[in-house]
Structures are given as structure tokens and as C-alpha cells.
């Protein structure tokens, strides 16, 4: 699956934050959900905009900007 399919940036939408395409639905959103324990079938029931690919799309977006993180040392 290609995330890009399903993620956008557009400064119009959301001030350039990444959604889903076609919705006002932060990919920030659907990261905290999961993280506060909302299960993908509960966000499909809270969000019928969504569906499980584009779930699936947010995690992949989500885990290339972790792999293309760089970490800086800061000595103090």
C-alpha cells in the first residue's frame, strides 16, 4: 500500500497539516486516538469518512517520518 494515496498536505485544509484525503481528518488525530486505546473498529464507527486502508496509511506515514528522524545530541 502507498500512503500517499491516502494522506495529503494542503495548506487550504487544516493549515498544511497531513489528512486524510477528502476529510478534515488529522493524520495527528487518528495517531492520538490509537493511542488512547480507540480500536481501528471504533474509529470506524466514530469517523465514517475512514475506512481500514486509510488507517493502515496513517501508521505508514507515521513510521517512515519515525525512520527518517534524525536525532542531534546536544552536549550541555
Known amino acids: ?3 500517499k494515496a491516502f494522506i495529503v498536505s494542503d495548506h487550504r ?3 498544511g497539516k497531513p489528512v ?9 488525530l487518528i495517531l492520538r486516538k490509537l493511542g488512547e486505546g480507540v480500536t481501528m473498529n471504533q474509529l470506524l464507527e466514530m469517523y465514517p469518512a475512514l ?4 488507517i493502515q496509511a496513517v501508521l505508514q506515514y507515521a513510521a517512515e ?10 552536549a550541555s
Not at 486524510?20 to 495527528?28: C, D
Not at 475506512?51 to 486509510?54: F, M, P
Not at 517520518?65 to 546536544?74: F, K, M, Q, R, W
Open 13 to 15: 485544509v487544516m493549515l
Open 51 to 54: 475506512n481500514q486502508e486509510s
Open 65 to 74: 517520518l519515525v525512520a527518517n528522524e534524525e536525532s542531534l545530541e546536544i
Open 1 to 3: 500500500m502507498n500512503y
Open 20 to 28: 486524510i484525503k477528502g476529510t478534515r481528518l488529522s493524520v495527528e
